[in-house]
């Protein structure tokens, strides 16, 4: 599947100031929630591998790499990965919809608020997980269909963008053979959900 140009065009033209509006004073105390939420599910451990599919300019990638773990990262805005290798992050260019993440298998895969502008998410999670080693654990971010994720995707809308918005079912509906989804947790307007991938 191609990529759709208008959300890397999107993400390139944000790029340069993304990483400080992240800290701002309405979007940072909810990043601060948001990210506690993620990484208690994600739970980033010393000499694991863990792959930010979707990285921006590295928000997560910080968090993870406190925590001791060796992380690295995929985007597919170019400015977007200019911008998280000037910050000192392994970055390479990738389309989450061509293929699985390159550089696996992964010990854990994080992939936080990229899979609303994918435009199919179920393929996604499915290329994603088999970049994981059997036993791997994906963490997906994702906004809910409720008021305030409709507020979400109408900021969105603005600049010509359509996004998803996931209900419950949706989620479970990701459910396969190399999918296990194992917990979902719902976190300010979005969700937070941990699948496994099969032991052998
Ligand atoms: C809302 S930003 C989130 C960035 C980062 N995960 C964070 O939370 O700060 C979404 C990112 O996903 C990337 N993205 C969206 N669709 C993608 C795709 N199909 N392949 C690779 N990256 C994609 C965008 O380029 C953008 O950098």
């Given at each position: 599947m191609s990529p759709d140009p208008q959300v890397f065009d999107h993400f390139n033209s944000e790029a340069r100031t993304y990483a400080k509006r992240s800290g701002g004073w309405l979007w940072g105390p909810l990043r601060r929630h948001e990210g506690r939420a993620i990484m208690r599910a994600l739970d980033p451990q010393p000499g694991e591998r863990i792959l930010d599919a979707g990285c921006g300019a590295g928000h997560y990638m910080a968090l993870i790499q406190e925590r001791g773990a060796e992380v690295c990262g995929v985007d597919g805005a170019e400015v977007m990965v200019s911008a998280a290798r000037k910050s000192g992050f392994d970055v390479d260019y990738h389309d989450l919809e061509s293929a699985p993440p390159p550089g696996g298998p992964y010990d854990k895969i994080l992939c936080a608020?990229?899979?609303?502008?994918?435009?199919?998410?179920?393929?996604?999670?499915?290329?994603?997980?088999?970049?994981?080693?059997?036993?791997?654990?994906?963490?997906?971010?994702?906004?809910?269909?409720?008021?305030?994720?409709?507020?979400?995707r109408w900021g969105h809308q603005k600049h010509g963008l359509r996004i998803h918005l996931f209900r419950e079912r949706d989620l479970w509906g990701w459910q396969g053979p190399t999918v296990q989804v194992q917990q979902i947790q719902s976190v300010a307007f979005s969700w937070v959900i941990r699948i496994v991938t099969p032991k052998p």
């Open positions: 608020g990229a899979l609303e502008f994918c435009r199919d998410p179920g393929r996604v999670v499915n290329h994603l997980a088999e970049g994981l080693r059997p036993g791997g654990r994906l963490v997906v971010f994702v906004p809910r269909a409720s008021f305030l994720g409709r507020l979400y």
